[in-house]
């Protein structure tokens, strides 16, 4: 990466950076798993391990992303599924031995877990 | 050489795909492909499982990224001919996000969220703080550009003091007068410092920025370092935040990768360092000049100031220090202008406050509030209320150096000024809230512990000013203390305060401080009656039962007994602490059970109905109080036959005194048969508890009314007695009834700013020899909180006429701690027992349904889900003495 030097490039970085991050979600699906210390206490390791397997397992091609704490420490490990650009949904306390069913309903079945969604985040995917 | 191509169609091949066609689709659209003569330009190909297997047969369009659904063979030609030819979206195509998504309700209609306003922490959560470019995308390092490019310094100073940036770290110094201070001194090298040593019990605000939006800090770093004129930074964070540590490190290599760190920074002649420090834990690093020690490598201990950092910081430079959160808030500031940060908060306190939000709520977490907003929305709203439906009592702000607001203060505005002025602190951020099962002096004691286990040894007032209260809280946690050490606390913290070098000592007596302020109840029930009301000082908790309840009855033993058919015994041992067992089995509100241990795991035993069983099972038998002490001359006059007077005229009889209670009513009982419904306590049951009680040598007079048929002279002149206790009870809230208050006055007794009669902590009143106890005291309350007085005021009595000394003594009965004689181990999965039912007749003639005692089986089988904290107790005791045996003996 050639350093930055000046406003213009930044712009210019910038624009890039949204059509890129637009390009990559606007076509697919992204699931973020909050890693910060205090996903991490509540089993978010266990949990980003279980995504990646059960991706894994059914050969599927989706991104994982991770985020730091977004506040909700009383809902931890938290996991959003954002796909093609639409707001992120947000599940709460996923432990590992959830993810299975998330994936299965919402991806695969393209239903909310009403049970186990914590809210939807307008403000990610741009 | 591989072939370019102008445009890929990606056509998902995945089971789910698969399923709805994609295999048609796919062959339809290489077939439309080849057909327009496009092969050479467009490639189709298949891919793997994109995870939208509910809309399958999905397709995928590069560079430009379209996102097709449920794309079939049909569709094809129109596909081709649209986006491939024309270079149009089909719509008709186009992903759409599935009906039920949108009915999940969005982050700002979740109350958590509702009444937060994100700044600082605008980016946690949201993008991957590991992606720089993310960062930018959300218009990271626009601010620094904007700075560097369009503004002086001074006015980069002028814009941070407009906007009123307040530093987040505690102290809430305006930011902009502080950097021009550093911008101001005198030298041609100067630093900027992010003090990232957040070590506060129960605060992360600093970790979870810098492991969520490092770049923020960076960049906020950046464009104080620009208005300083510094070149070099450092960021001091504790190496206890690995993941924190290793973001940021990761920031600022990406940083300096892009050319926001360096020399010549966006082409301008500003050049600036970044180094990360990591700090080895200790507490008082937080203090800058300590911080700053250390991270020239020295120890880290504060040093008096002035000078202060901004003419003489690291290194003997100019310093400029301020926090993460402070530093976070800086990019938004110069992004969005000085009205936009001016419009959020209270006149002198701008912006948004990010806390840490722990204890004993719901909704336990990082949250990022505007200035101003209350402490009860803060609880209440976002924290969605108390555990388990629990009481409020405080809430720590400011963390150990801070204070405690109470449930009074709840409609405090979170700012700087309303917090100092309320007692407690802003602090950094962390707030703690506690319920009502929490000790205050035990709360007190942890931090004050933390605090002076922290203390780098330096100066004076500090080391040992923290120690001596220390060792002043725990006499009273043990239940040691003397109310003179109430009066010692406030003045080793004066002490403390006006001599220590550096906050840490200065502030380490706020938890005490602010708790002796809003809760000394709590210090008086350790001190005076050596009992912790809510069980969790352990060398005075024999059992949390016991200690909750106001007359200290000794639950732990009766239930343990009860439990093995030992009736008579459990109820003597009611009876040595309340005379009243089975009216307190049907009425008592049974403050034991609120902080039964069984009812953290399940439910607390049902004490009040074991209780009932206990005592109907044994009352036939008749009682005859036993005597305490030799007998004396002295007689008592106890004018009221409430629970309180009967209970205080019981003990003194014990204690060997001649006693005569007056009561208005024509028989005894006071509130127990004016003020509680037939249904619920039954006569009979009620007259034969007072008729043991009389048993013990105590004579009543009814229908004699004080003020109209005898006078306090009359009592103590013509009566001969040579102490008066006044139990007359109260039915209001607020003072006595009226022809009482009217009496009392006119016999010259004062009466406090309640209407009620003003007692000291004796009990006696304005009058010599005159005592009052009671509701009279305390107001309307419960039968078991009258005996609680009763049975104090005696005591106080009993020590007066022996001694001549009016002096708080307690009445104290040893807990009898019966052998274990059932495993718990077998009672884990027992359900609390329900109650049982009959029905009885009420006042008005209406049949109704009333609770009824338990039978046998039910009874003892409830006793047994008792945990038996007595016995560990017991054990903890035990093993106490060995170690200082042992101890002794080397």
């Known amino acids: 990466m050639p350093k930055i030097g000046s406003i213009e490039e930044l712009r210019a970085l910038k624009e890039r950076a949204q059509k890129d991050m637009k390009v990559r979600l606007g076509s697919g699906t992204r699931i973020t798993v909050g890693l910060g210390t205090c996903g991490i206490a509540a089993g978010a390791r266990e949990t980003m391990r279980a995504v990646v397997d059960e991706l894994a397992r059914r050969e599927m091609d989706a991104t994982v992303n991770t985020v730091g704490c977004i506040g909700m420490c009383f809902n931890e490990p938290l996991v959003d599924i954002e796909q093609a650009g639409s707001p992120r949904i947000t599940y709460g306390n996923v432990t590992a031995d959830r993810v299975p069913r998330i994936i299965e309903e919402h991806l695969v079945g393209g239903k909310v877990i009403e049970e186990w969604v914590v809210g939807r985040l307008d403000t990610g995917g741009n | 050489m591989a072939q370019a191509y102008r445009a890929n169609v990606l056509v998902c091949a995945g089971t789910g795909c698969q399923a709805s066609g994609s295999k048609e689709t796919l062959a339809a659209l290489r077939a439309e492909v080849q057909r327009r003569g496009l092969a050479e330009e467009v490639r189709v190909m298949e891919t793997g499982c994109r995870g939208f297997c509910a809309m399958g047969p999905v397709v995928t369009i590069y560079p430009e990224g379209i996102f097709y659904c449920g794309v079939h063979a049909a569709d094809a030609e129109e596909l081709v001919e649209e986006t491939l030819v024309k270079g149009r979206v089909v719509e008709r195509l186009a992903y759409r996000e599935p009906a039920t998504h949108a009915s999940v309700a969005s982050y700002s209609e979740i109350p958590f969220y509702g009444k937060q306003v994100r700044i600082a922490l605008r980016n946690c959560g949201v993008i991957n703080p590991e992606s720089i470019d993310e960062y930018i995308a959300r218009d990271g390092y626009a601010a620094l550009a904007k700075v560097v490019s369009e503004m002086e310094p001074q006015q980069v100073i002028d814009l941070a003091k407009q906007a009123g940036l307040r530093g987040r770290g505690g102290a809430g110094f305006p930011a902009g007068l502080k950097w021009e201070f550093a911008r101001n001194a005198r030298g041609d090298k100067k630093y900027v410092i992010c003090n990232a040593d957040e070590g506060d019990p129960g605060a992360f605000m600093d970790r979870s920025i810098l492991e969520g939006d490092p770049h923020s800090v960076v960049e906020g770093m950046l464009i104080g370092a620009y208005a300083i004129g510094a070149d070099e930074g450092y960021v001091y ?43 080895a834990g200790a507490f008082v690093c937080g203090e800058e000049t300590a911080l700053m020690a250390s991270i020239e490598g020295r120890r880290g201990e504060p040093r008096p100031r002035p000078p202060f950092p901004a003419v003489s910081g690291l290194w003997g430079k100019p310093t400029n220090i301020n926090n993460v959160e402070t530093w976070a808030n800086v990019p938004q500031v110069f992004l969005n202008g000085a009205e936009w940060f001016r419009s959020i908060g209270t006149e002198k306190s701008k912006g948004t406050k990010v806390f840490a939000l722990t204890g004993k709520v719901n909704n336990t977490g990082l949250i990022e509030v505007p200035m101003g907003i209350t402490m009860r929305e803060i609880v209440f709203d976002i924290g969605g209320g108390m555990l388990k439906g629990k009481k409020f009592k405080a809430v720590q702000t400011g963390g150990p150096l801070g204070g405690t607001l109470p449930a009074s203060l709840l409609d405090t505005p979170i700012d700087y000024d ?46 040992v000013g923290g120690q001596r209260m220390l060792d002043v809280v725990r006499r009273i946690t043990d239940g040691e203390g003397t109310p003179e050490d109430l009066e010692a606390l406030p003045l080793i913290a004066a002490e403390m305060k006006n001599a220590s070098l550096c906050a840490l000592g200065q502030l380490t ?142 003990r003194l009889a014990q204690f060997g005194f001649k006693v005569t209670v007056f009561d208005a009513l024509d028989e005894p009982g006071g509130m127990m048969i004016a003020g509680i419904p037939q249904h619920r306590l039954p006569q009979d049951v009620l007259r034969a508890e007072i008729s043991n009680v009389l048993r013990a040598g105590v004579d009543v007079k009814c229908n004699s009314v004080l003020g109209r048929d005898f006078s306090l002279a009359d009592l103590q002149e013509t009566g001969g007695f040579d102490a008066v206790i006044l139990a007359l009870g109260t039915r209001k809230k607020r003072g006595l009834d009226v022809p009482a208050a009217d009496a009392l006055q006119a016999m010259g007794l004062n009466l406090d700013e309640d209407g009620r009669i003003a007692v000291d902590r004796a009990f006696q009143t304005s009058l010599p020899r005159v005592f009052a106890a009671g509701d009279a005291v305390i107001g309307h309350s419960s039968v078991v909180e009258a005996v609680g007085q009763g049975n104090r005021v005696a005591a106080v009595v009993n020590h007066f006429l022996r001694t001549g000394e009016v002096k708080r003594v307690r009445f104290s009965v040893e807990c009898a701690i019966p052998e274990a004689a059932w495993n718990p181990a077998d009672y884990v999965d027992a359900k609390r027992a329900e109650p049982a039912y009959t029905t009885a007749e009420s006042a008005k003639g209406r049949s109704i349904r009333v609770e009824d005692v338990w039978d046998e089986k039910t009874a003892i089988e409830e006793c047994k889900r008792c945990l038996r904290c007595d016995l560990d107790w017991q054990k903890m005791m035990a093993k106490r003495r060995q170690e200082a045996l042992n101890e002794a003996a080397l």
Request: charged share 25%; proline share 6%; hydrophobic share 40%.
């Open chain 2, 418 to 463: 309303s917090l100092t002025a309320a007692g407690a602190t802003m602090g950094s951020g962390g707030m703690i809230v506690v319920d009502e099962d929490t000790c205050m002096v035990e709360f007190a004691r942890f931090f004050l512990e933390f605090a002076s286990a922290e203390s780098c040894g330096k100066c004076v007032p500090c080391r």
């Open chain 2, 509 to 650: 007596p706020s938890p005490v401080l602010s708790t002796l302020r809003f809760f000394r109840d709590e210090y008086l029930a350790h001190i005076e009656d050596g009992r912790c009301p809510t069980g969790k000082c352990p060398t005075i908790t024999v059992a949390p039962c016991n200690s909750a309840c106001p007359a200290e009855v000794d639950a732990a033993a009766y239930i343990a007994l009860t439990a093995q058919g030992r009736y008579d015994e459990a109820l003597e041992i009611h009876r040595r602490t309340n005379p009243f067992a089975v009216v307190c089995g049907r009425v008592c509100y049974a403050f034991c059970e609120k902080h039964c241990r069984r009812g953290e795991v399940d439910e607390p035993v049902a004490i009040r109905s074991i209780k009932r069983f206990m005592a109907e099972s044994a009352i036939a038998k008749e009682w005859n109080p036993p005597r305490l002490d030799d007998d004396r001359p002295e007689r008592v006059a106890v004018v009221g036959a409430g629970p309180a007077g009967l209970t205080a005229a019981l």
């Open chain 2, 237 to 279: 964070c504790r190496a206890e935040y690995p993941l924190a540590v290793r973001n940021l490190t990761h920031a600022i290599e990406k940083a300096t990768e892009y050319g926001f760190l360096g020399n010549n920074i966006l082409g301008s002649d500003f050049s600036f360092m970044l180094h990360l420090k990591e700090g």
